[in-house]
């Protein structure tokens, strides 16, 4: 199995940039697809973007595509989430989760068998 550890939320004003990490350790970090979800308060889970094991195709929510970039560091086991022109809507708690199926990203929490913790985002306005 593989752990995860998210860092880099925060408090940012409206049109602000964050840059959110997710630490893994265990097994062979590039046998995983990558993905990020968020949860607002009240609100279900989501998929906020998504990055194949090698890096090479990532997917996006039509909610942040143009704004936010998914990228990983295989050799430092590390997947990242640029965050920039963000919106009050985009405050959340941010978890990244890694998904064994390496064939297409895919976007249903269900998919995923392992996750972190969670890291808070909050955007004012």
């Known amino acids: 199995q593989v752990q995860l550890g998210e860092s880099g939320g925060g408090l940012v004003q409206t049109g602000g940039s964050l840059r959110l990490s997710c630490a893994a350790s265990?097994?062979?970090?590039?046998?995983?697809?990558m993905g990020w979800f968020r949860q607002a308060p009240g609100k279900e889970r989501e998929f906020v973007a998504g990055?194949?094991?090698?890096?090479?195709?990532?997917y996006y929510a039509d909610s942040v595509k143009g704004r936010f970039t998914i990228s990983r560091d295989n050799a430092k086991n590390t997947v990242y989430l640029q965050m920039n022109s963000l919106k009050p809507e985009d405050t959340a708690v941010y978890y990244c989760?890694?998904?064994?199926?390496?064939?297409?990203?895919?976007?249903?929490?269900?998919?995923?068998?392992?996750w972190g913790q969670g890291t808070q985002v909050t955007v004012s306005s």
């Open positions: 990055v194949k094991w090698r890096g090479d195709s990532t």
């Open positions: 265990g097994r062979t970090f590039s046998s995983f697809n």
């Open positions: 989760a890694a998904d064994q199926s390496l064939f297409f990203i895919r976007t249903t929490r269900e998919a995923y068998a392992y």
